[in-house]
């Protein structure tokens, strides 16, 4: 199991990770598992699925072909926000590449958890 870690200041104090796989946890479909093991095994089902994250590319015009939201009115509401509560220059940089045409972003709305539940 890859591991890896995060020491903090003090030499006592820090941060262990470990990777887990989702075979390894208990009620996971065949279905999702199958995904995660070949993707393009799945076509029938998720007919754009990519082996690898990089093969997205290919996807993007298709994307922007079907692209209906008013992105001056998302940007407006996450700039309003991020000012609102302190955002990085960094977050305002890439708020304002999403208003941009050609930008394609995945946006998800899973809630925070842990063992794929919330916490």
Same mark, same amino acid.
């Given at each position: 199991?890859? *591991?890896? !870690?995060? =020491?903090?200041? @003090?030499?006592?104090?820090?941060?262990?990770?470990?990777? =887990?796989? /989702?075979?390894?946890?208990?009620? #996971?479909?065949?279905? /999702?598992?199958? %995904?995660?093991?070949?993707?393009? @095994?799945? &076509?029938? %089902? /998720?007919?754009?699925?990519?082996?690898?994250?990089?093969?997205? $590319?290919?996807? $993007?015009?298709?994307?922007?072909?079907?692209?209906? +939201?008013? &992105?001056?009115?998302?940007?407006?509401?996450? &700039?309003? #926000?991020?000012?609102?509560?302190?955002?990085?220059?960094?977050?305002? *940089?890439?708020? !304002?590449?999403?208003?941009?045409?050609?930008?394609?972003?995945?946006?998800?709305?899973?809630?925070?958890?842990? /063992? +794929?539940?919330?916490?």
């Amino acid at each position: 199991m890859p *591991e890896s !870690a995060c =020491l903090g200041k @003090s030499e006592s104090i820090g941060l262990r990770s470990e990777c =887990l796989p /989702f075979s390894s946890i208990p009620g #996971q479909s065949k279905l /999702f598992l199958d %995904y995660l093991n070949d993707p393009l @095994s799945l &076509r029938e %089902y /998720f007919p754009s699925a990519v082996a690898q994250h990089d093969d997205l $590319i290919r996807n $993007i015009p298709d994307i922007l072909a079907v692209y209906t +939201t008013d &992105r001056s009115v998302v940007c407006e509401i996450l &700039r309003d #926000q991020n000012a609102k509560y302190g955002g990085s220059h960094e977050a305002l *940089e890439s708020i !304002a590449r999403l208003g941009e045409a050609e930008c394609v972003a995945v946006l998800t709305g899973q809630q925070a958890g842990i /063992f +794929t539940g919330p916490l």
